[in-house]
């Protein structure tokens, strides 16, 4: 069955980074895109980026452009999101989400999601 | 950018009532348009993919229609396990847009 897990989610100070991982099992991993979404406290969902099956597309939200990166190492089936220069509006649960194709389809598969507190 | 915009943002139904969720695009996505489905303290469900395409493991309460602009998710004989918030969400183009979520209440 396909399995999703977030890790490296944190309380960290504003302007500092934080790196993410999400370890996919249970599909072929290099044939599919993969999505950061993430839903601040009481909010709604937020599309942050997506990286396309090969990693050699990248797209961000324009709210973390410039200051994070998705990255993926196909050869150990993990997505990654760095985080930098982070401020308190990023405080979020960030899930990673499968896409159904190769590129801009509907996420058929969530991770539970890794909190990221950003504080001093 | 394409902005969804759902409607109501909150209900209270019954139990076995239809409940109707409407999605409105801001310009036409064709059928680029899914519905999930997100319990408390839980990650989001996919329901319907493409407007109306049904999946596998999801009831046949579910069920999803629309295209171009306006969409809508319909609930046929609410169930209790069925208190959650509903977003819709559009693939069509970047940057990837959600509806802003109805919650629905169960009496």
């Known amino acids: 069955q396909v399995q999703l897990v977030e890790s490296g989610g944190g309380v960290v100070q504003p302007g500092r980074s934080l790196r993410l991982s999400c370890a996919a099992s249970g599909f072929t991993f290099n044939t599919y895109g993969i999505y950061w979404v993430r839903q601040a406290p009481g909010k709604g969902l937020e599309w942050v980026a997506v990286?396309?099956?090969?990693?050699?597309?990248?797209y961000y939200a324009d709210s973390v452009k410039g200051r994070f990166t998705i990255s993926r190492d196909n050869s150990k089936n993990t997505l990654y999101l760095q985080m930098s220069s982070l401020r308190s509006e990023d405080t979020a649960v960030y899930y990673c989400a499968k896409g159904s194709g190769s590129y801009l389809t509907p996420f058929d598969h969530w991770g539970r999601g890794a909190l990221v507190t950003v504080s001093s | 950018e394409i902005v969804l915009t759902q409607s109501p943002d909150f209900q209270s139904v019954t139990p076995k009532e239809k409940v109707t969720i409407t999605c409105r695009a801001s310009q036409s996505i064709g059928s680029s348009l899914h519905w999930y489905q997100q319990k408390p303290d839980q990650s989001p469900k996919l329901l319907i993919k493409y407007a109306s395409q049904s999946l596998s493991g999801v009831p046949s309460r579910f069920s999803g229609s629309g295209s171009g602009t306006d969409f809508t998710l319909t609930i046929n004989g609410l169930e209790a396990e069925d208190a959650a918030t509903y977003y819709c969400?559009?693939?069509?183009?970047?940057?990837?847009?959600f509806g802003q979520g109805t919650r629905l209440e169960i009496k």
């Open positions: 990286i396309s099956y090969d990693g050699h597309n990248q």
């Open positions: 969400h559009q693939s069509s183009s970047l940057p990837i847009t």
